[in-house]
């Protein structure tokens, strides 16, 4: 099932365009980003149905603004996939136990990035 409210937290103008044009075109509705600042301010106002953050940002980083993610109840339940290059898919394992729910290393595989937002989303939707 597409549809479902999607917000990307990216600065880097080519990911932003992946990520865009894939999620779009898989029929899922977008929300976008270039800080964690403004993103925490539209997941609070729109509440989406998953963030796709990367973790170096401009000013707050992507692991911060999870924190604050999951510290507010109006947006706790939301899952947050990880999208980054700054670690190695082997830290995988790192970033899930900082509260991700999930994580997609760049260069990003597509196939990855679909099949994981759609666990993620059909894992809240129960």
Known sequence: MAGELLLV??????????LR???LATGYELLESTTAEEGLRIARE?????????????GMDGATALNEIKSDATTR????IAVTASVM??????????????????????????????????????
């Open 89 to 126: 898919p082997s830290q995988r394992s790192d970033i899930l136990a900082a509260g991700f729910d999930g994580y997609q290393a760049k260069p990003l595989s597509v196939k990855s990035l679909l099949a994981e937002v759609r666990t993620l989303l059909d894992r809240a939707a129960r």
């Open 46 to 58: 729109r509440k989406p149905d998953l963030i796709l953050m990367d973790i170096r940002l401009p």
């Open 77 to 80: 339940h939301i899952p947050v």
């Open 21 to 23: 044009d894939v999620l």
């Open 9 to 18: 937290v990216e600065d880097n103008p080519l990911n932003a365009k992946l």
